[in-house]
């Protein structure tokens, strides 16, 4: 603990974002970081508590207080205060592969479970992260690091999302000889595809690719995995050719919205409209795919959750004339019973960088029917519901929208293809079945974790998952670990 008295003397001060009118113009980054004076500061009001409930309490079930990765928080915090940044990004690479992606993207918890947090001031624990390995990258301190020795091992990783990702690093460190198989033209799966460029840029991924390159880790991109047609890779291959495997892919089956007028033009999945975007920004060919844009179109996204949200920048971005995003469950409160939330994750009222660009927001509302002309769609039948979703007689309403995007979540992984060929047992819920303890799946030697486990959820579990699958990997091939669990 540095500053003993930090917490007393100094106020909670946050990065900010640029001018809303400046930053809607591009698809960058628009986050301005604190000087590093000020992220000191920050990293002084750290309490180094006596139960530190930001570290996470190590539980599998999500919605449990704190980081999912045990990040060593007040640990870091200490040595920001003190100068020694090197030791700090150290410490931090020692929990989390990936901390620039997190103190870009994680909503946080462990600022929700701080204990500042009863009080509403939280230290700004996602700000440090994303500074210390900022710091860490400008100044050359992440090299690679190459295995000492081969172990002669082969291990198929199925997905480069966040958690194919730290699995394929975290084999490739112990000796593994590691391929990752990706269907998309590059690495980084929803993070490259699904979140926008003004979240984080993709070169940030491209750097940490390219470490894991020189850590011999082996990338074949444009290769579908199971997939019905020519040239696609048989999945059997994998299990003959490969030590080990691991399924790490997406939970990509989308949650659909099957009422009158679905089939209408206009009416898309998020995430049919947010790729096409990130590969503008990224120059990659569209591909013949007819394209979605919202210029000129009011916009209406269904869906309050963080998908909506990147909706809703993208569109914005694009110039659409008007957004409106819906949301079937009832206002949160403006603020959380403390005693009652703390130190879990609170439902309250959140309003995003996004959603603060000029959005409007209904709660409460159920989406009856579509309809149009010409086979367009131009309106929304709406009702407002109760707290048991039972629509409220008498409030019928109707919007006005030329393009809607339906962003409520994923239900399950895509079982077309991979799944269904290797013949992997399924959980009630349609992810791949895998126990926690040691992410086998139904069949020998393949492995599963990241949202095709667990299904939809934050890229800092699918971080915590492709950790903990490459350690039970390197167990089962080596007898022992040396890997963190």
Known sequence: MGK???????????????????????????????????????????????????????????????????????????????????????????????????????????????????????????????????????????????????????????????????????????????????????????????????????????????????????????????????????????????????????????????????????????????????????????????EILAKGKDVVVIGGGDTGSDCIGTSIRQGASSVTQLEIMTAPPERENKGLTWPNWPLKMRTSSSQAEGAKRDYAVLTQKFSGENGKVAKLHCVHVDEKFQPVPGSEFELKAELVLLAMGFVHPVHEGLLKKLGVELDPRGNVRASTNDYRTSIPKVFSSGDMRRGQSLVVWAIREGRQCAASIDQFLMGSTTLPR
């Not at 539980?59 to 003190?82: A, K, M, R």
């Not at 090299?143 to 081969?150: F, G, T």
């Not at 080990?244 to 089939?263: F, M, S």
């Open 4 to 290: 003993v008295t930090g917490f007393l003397e100094i106020e909670r001060s946050e990065r900010q974002y640029a001018p809303v009118a400046e930053r809607v113009k591009n698809f960058k980054e628009f986050v301005i970081p604190l000087s590093e004076k000020d992220v000191r500061d920050q990293a002084a009001r750290c309490m180094n508590c006596g139960i530190p409930y930001c570290h996470g309490t190590g539980s599998v079930q999500p919605g449990t207080p704190g980081c999912p990765v045990n990040n060593q928080i007040p640990d870091w915090n200490d040595l920001v205060y003190n100068g020694n940044w090197e030791e700090a990004s150290r410490n931090l690479h020692s929990t989390n592969n990936f901390p620039e992606f997190t103190g870009r993207i994680c909503p946080a918890p462990c600022e929700a479970s701080c204990t500042l947090n009863i009080n509403d001031n939280p230290v700004t624990i996602k700000t440090i992260e994303c500074a210390i390995v900022d710091r860490a990258w400008d100044n050359g301190w992440l090299r690679p690091e190459i295995a000492a020795q081969k172990t002669g091992k082969k291990v198929a990783v199925v997905g480069s999302g966040p958690a194919g990702l730290a699995a394929a690093q975290q084999l490739a460190r112990a000796g593994h000889d590691v391929h990752v198989f990706e269907k998309f033209a590059k690495a980084g799966g929803l993070l490259r595809y699904g979140i926008p460029d003004f979240k984080m840029e993709k070169g940030i991924i491209d750097r940490r690719v390219a470490q894991m390159e020189a850590e011999g880790v082996v990338f074949h991109y444009n290769t579908v995995v199971g997939g019905a047609y020519a040239g696609a890779t048989d999945p059997q291959d994998l299990l003959k050719n490969f030590d080990a495997v691991a399924l790490t892919g997406g939970a990509e089956a989308p949650r659909d919205l099957p009422i009158p007028g679905r089939d209408l033009d206009g009416v898309h999945y998020a995430m049919d409209f947010l790729p096409q975007q990130n590969r503008r920004v990224g120059n990659e060919p569209l591909n013949g795919t007819r």
